[in-house]
């Protein structure tokens, strides 16, 4: 029990850290889960700031390619859950 | 590059651009609308200076060059790559040095801050030093070029985090974003510079903007210099010294001010710091055209810097070609308000700029003179002026451009050249001088500028022009006589005067039709005078 409800958190406080990262880098308010990367106002350099920034905040190294123009927010939210659970505790 | 559009910035870099040329034409579109931002391609420095079709190379506004000099060992290091990088570094400065014969636009180099990462090893740390050093030593000397200070930027535009590790290793973007923004900002702020006239007059009201507190009713002792008011005077003490002429003009009785300067130690501009003032009780839109006449210097020349909300609102309101700098009440305020004024900035000092505030100084001994004097030749003849003529060769380059973007009243054809465009006409045909003048009252330094280029039988005069200062003096006669002797020693016959009708070029109209007897109309458009060169031979002085 104790276990699962730690790791819930873990995944809120990723997608938390996730939508406030791509909120901050693109200047937009409101990221809705199946919006895509470049519909949000994503290019390659804005990428590469939302993965330095996740790198700093979550300790993850996640490839550049991770994060594309037709990646959703879901779908990137489910990429950076999976490096950073993968992290040694 | 489309020749009908205005010119705008041109940037190459070690690095990816985005981050930078993005906020660049955000603040470019805002502060200079209609001239827009290129890049080179990713990476490629030397290539955007050897290629003759670079974006670089074609521009004739604004080049930039971001140099992060690590960049040059990027993927191997300094001992795998150290001695491709040293040859690098030595190509750039043999190919900045000779930017002024490629290129007329005005070049920036910067060379950025090095990573963490980089102070962390010892060797490559030095070696970056030393290059940064030779880069900005090519760059010193070259006319044209100027080098970039970023020492203060992140602390200028309050900048928390200037690195980005990661978006360097994984997307060569070196700098965060702030940053970037920054930087983006300064170099826009350094380009508009090299396009605009600088300000020449800068004009204070006093209390509450010098000082805090009201010198009538806190008497000259009562009213407080505070550190914010210091730093201003030694800013404005420091514009005086850049060329600027400081006046006040106050709301008061004027004993009541010059009291304060007398009596208030704190006082860092002294009363012979300030050229001409108006302290009294007419609005003050109508003192600064007063001062404008006075001094003899257009109103789009001006800087009012005033605390008063209304004061602020009815000069905008008036007079909007005079730049206005509503003074904040808080210290900390005021510090940045100084910092961010562009209207202060001017992008080169010459000799002549920091004399000229003391020219202003003995202008009243002058026309004193001039009304004493029982008929104009003898005054002339008692000021004893010496005019020399000075080859026109780089080291006069500065000076010489800075006079045509200036001389708006007795400038023939009117256009403004840049350093290289002015080196481009003497590769050519031309030959050019700068004309200094001095008189019994002191040393006007350069006031004139004149380019002569042959064309067949004629010698053109692209450039001819002269300050204000020294006009009316025989000045402006002798500069014709001393060409059409050079005209006449090349063989030439003519002399052609191209002439542009500006709003405020009418002093040098008035010359040419004088000297000809060719009647220009004000609202003419440009045209050519021809003047025989046997007209123009040493004549009796009273001619």
Known sequence: ?89 | MNPATTPGIAVAGTFTLDAVTEPMAVVLAKEAPGRSVAAAPYGQVLEALHDPGSALMTNTGVNVLLLRLADFVRGGGLAELGERADAMVGELVTVLADIPNHSVATWFVAVLPSSPSVAADAALDRWVREAGERITAAVATTPGVHPVALDTLAELYDVGEVHDEYADRIGHLPYTDEYCAALATWLVRLAVSSWTKPKKVVVLDCDNTLWAGVCGEDGPTGIRVTDAHRRLQEFMLAQRAGGKLLCLCSRNNEADVEEVFAANTGMVLSWDDVTAHRIGWHPKAHSLRELADELDLALGSFIFVDDDAVECASVRAQLPEVATLELSRDGEQIRRQLDHAWAFDQLSTTDEDRLRADWYATRDERSALRDASADYQDFLDRCAIEIDFVDLGDDGLERAAQLTARTTQFNLAGAVHSVPQLRALLAGSGRGWLVRVRDRFGDYGVVGLVVAERHDDAVELPVFLLSCRVLNRRVEQEVLRFVASHAETIGASRILLPVRPTARNAPARLFVEQATGVALGADDAPTTVSIPVGDLAPQPADR
């Not at chain 1, 920034?53 to 490839?63: F, I, T």
Request: proline fraction near 3%.
């Open chain 1, 1 to 89: 029990m104790e276990t699962s409800r730690k790791s819930g958190a873990v995944a809120d406080a990723v997608e938390d850290t996730v939508v406030t990262a791509l909120r901050a880098v693109l200047g937009v308010a409101e990221v809705a889960p199946d919006a895509r990367f470049a519909a949000l106002g994503g290019d390659s350099m804005r990428a590469v700031r939302v993965l330095s920034r996740l790198w700093r905040e979550l300790g993850v190294e996640l490839p550049v390619d991770s994060l594309q123009k037709d990646t959703t927010v879901a779908e990137f939210v489910a990429v950076v859950r999976e490096h950073a659970s993968a992290r040694p505790a």
